[in-house]
């Protein structure tokens, strides 16, 4: 535990010095005891994270590098993530049009990515959603539960967890999800949130159809809710 919780300010601290750093100055530095640092270096260099300059002090490899890359870049999608709370939590018109522009990117993304990395299993198992999600159209339901499902199982499938935690926030954590099948329901257009093509594309290993399949269902979601918003326009005049 303790290890886990150290490492980014040594590393950090290591990658600023910018030359091999020994065990005191960490341990003054940072204000942790030396025989604690001692034992962090010794973790850190043993899984890679380190090497070991001889008698000056030790310096990042290049994993340890990407390490605190990939680091620095999730604190950065994590304040995004933040701001999409924002933005999905007002639900107004103006935010859901802009939810809608960057589900266009996040799962153009995540349905290409799917393509490679989905096992048959996995497309299998959303053939099913779509299966299901057909059904409850048919039985004159909106199928909001199975819509959810199916996209956020594309965005696992891909195998990008902050895609995943994005998508996730954005539509499951808020209303915003609901607000998209009421307004297909109002405008009796439920059957344009269907997935097949979108599963068969998967299935076939398709990323630049899949892709296409994707951009041309969110775009019928987009022009449901520009409909939606005249409609309640006109209505309000």
């Known amino acids: 535990m303790e290890y886990q919780t150290n490492r980014p300010p040594l590393l950090q601290t290591i990658n600023e010095f910018n030359s091999p750093v020994g065990a005191n100055y960490l341990s003054s530095k940072l204000d942790i005891s030396p025989a604690t640092i001692g034992r962090q270096l010794k973790k850190l260099e043993d899984n890679g994270y380190l090497t070991c300059i ?127 099948n009421h307004i297909s329901s109002s405008l009796k257009r439920s059957e344009i949130t269907r997935h097949d093509k979108i599963v068969e594309a998967l299935q076939n290993r398709d990323p630049i159809a899949a892709k296409e399949e994707m951009k041309e269902h969110l775009d019928r979601i987009l022009e449901n809710v520009n409909d939606y918003i005249d409609s309640h326009s006109n209505v309000s005049d």
């Open 54 to 180: 001889g008698n000056k002090g030790r310096v990042l490899t290049d994993k340890g590098k990407s390490f605190l890359t990939n680091l620095n870049s999730l604190e950065v999608q994590k304040s995004a993530a933040r701001s999409l709370i924002d933005y999905s939590s007002e639900a107004s018109f103006k935010r859901i049009h802009e939810i809608l522009q960057i589900r266009h990117l996040i799962e153009s993304y995540t349905v290409t990515s799917a393509c490679e990395n989905a096992t048959d299993e996995q497309l299998e198992f959303l053939e099913l959603l779509s299966m299901e999600h057909l059904l409850e159209l048919k039985k004159g339901n909106n199928g909001a539960e199975q819509d959810l499902k199916i996209h956020l199982a594309i965005a696992e499938f891909s195998k990008n967890e902050i895609a995943q935690q994005i998508l996730k926030i954005l539509l499951a954590d808020n209303n915003v999800y609901n607000v998209f």
